[in-house]
C-alpha cells in the first residue's frame, strides 16, 4: 500500500500476557519510529531505526518493551508481561532519511492496544 | 530536556473567520518546529515545519505559521477557517543538529472546531 501499515488496528489483552504489534513503512524509507499516544496526550517517542539497527531506543519505559526491524522494513513492537498501564495508542511512522533529519514522518493509523 | 505547551485544549471559530492555535516550547539550542493535524480515524499528517530562514512558514491546505524566537512560540494560523479544518493538532519541535533525528516531542493536542 501507500502509506505505513499497523496491524493489528485494535488489540485486548490481560494483564501479563505477551503482545507483538506490526509496522509496514512505506515502500524505501529507511527510517522507522515507534511512538506512543495516550489518551488526552499527545505521541511520545519509544524508538527509532535507521535500517536493521535501532539508533535510539531512549524512549522505550522499560525491559517490557522491545523492538526489532531485523530486514530494514516491517518493524515488530513487542511488549512482555503487559500491565494496565500499556493502555494506548502505538503509532508507527516512516521517512526517508533526509525527511528524518528535519521530521517529516508519515504515520500509520496506530494501534490501540488495551489490557484488561 | 525540550517541551511542548499548547495552552488551550480547545479552540472554537466560526467558518470564514481566522483561526490561531498557540504553541510555546523549550529546547537547547535552536528548534526545530513542526505542525501534526489528526483527523479522526486517521493518522497524524505532517502540515509544515520550520528549520531556518524565513519565520513565516506556509504549509498543505493554507495554513501558516510564525516562528518568534524571543517569545519560544510558533503559532498556527490560517485566515479563513473552513468546517473542514476540525480536527486534533499537535505541535512539535526537536533540537536543531545532533543525531535525534526523528525523535520529536508533541505537546497534548488542540481541538480545532469550526462552525458552520
Known amino acids: 500500500g501507500a502509506g505505513v501499515s499497523q496491524t493489528p488496528s485494535n488489540k485486548v489483552t490481560e494483564k501479563g500476557k505477551y503482545v507483538e504489534l506490526r509496522c509496514d513503512p512505506i515502500s524505501g524509507h529507511t527510517a522507522l519510529y515507534w511512538y506512543r499516544q495516550s489518551l488526552g496526550q499527545g505521541p511520545e517517542f519509544l524508538i527509532y531505526?535507521?535500517?536493521?539497527?535501532?539508533?535510539?531506543d531512549s524512549g522505550l519505559p522499560n525491559d517490557r518493551f522491545f523492538a526489532v526491524r531485523p530486514e530494514g522494513s516491517v518493524s515488530t513492537l513487542k511488549i512482555q508481561r503487559t500491565e494496565r498501564g500499556d493502555s494506548a495508542v502505538y503509532l508507527c511512522a516512516s521517512s526517508l532519511k533526509r525527511g528524518a533529519n528535519t521530521g517529516e514522518l508519515f504515520f500509520g493509523e496506530g494501534s490501540r492496544l488495551t489490557v484488561l | 530536556a525540550q517541551s511542548v505547551a499548547q495552552p488551550e485544549d480547545q479552540v472554537n471559530v466560526a467558518e470564514g473567520n481566522p483561526l490561531t492555535v498557540k504553541c510555546t516550547y523549550s529546547?537547547?539550542?535552536?528548534?526545530?518546529l513542526f505542525w501534526y493535524v489528526q483527523y479522526p480515524n486517521r493518522g497524524l499528517q505532517f502540515l509544515l515545519k520550520?528549520?531556518?530562514?524565513?519565520?513565516l512558514v506556509k504549509g498543505s491546505y493554507g495554513f501558516e505559521a510564525e516562528f518568534n524566537k524571543s517569545q519560544t512560540s510558533f503559532h498556527l494560523k490560517k485566515p479563513s477557517a473552513l468546517v473542514s479544518d476540525s480536527a486534533l493538532y499537535f505541535c512539535a519541535v526537536r533540537p536543531a543538529g545532533g543525531t535525534s533525528y526523528g525523535k520529536l516531542t508533541f505537546g497534548q493536542g488542540t481541538i480545532l472546531t469550526v462552525h458552520p
Open positions: 529546547v537547547s539550542g535552536n528548534p526545530y
Open positions: 520550520y528549520i531556518t530562514g524565513d519565520n
Open positions: 531505526f535507521q535500517g536493521t539497527g535501532a539508533a535510539d
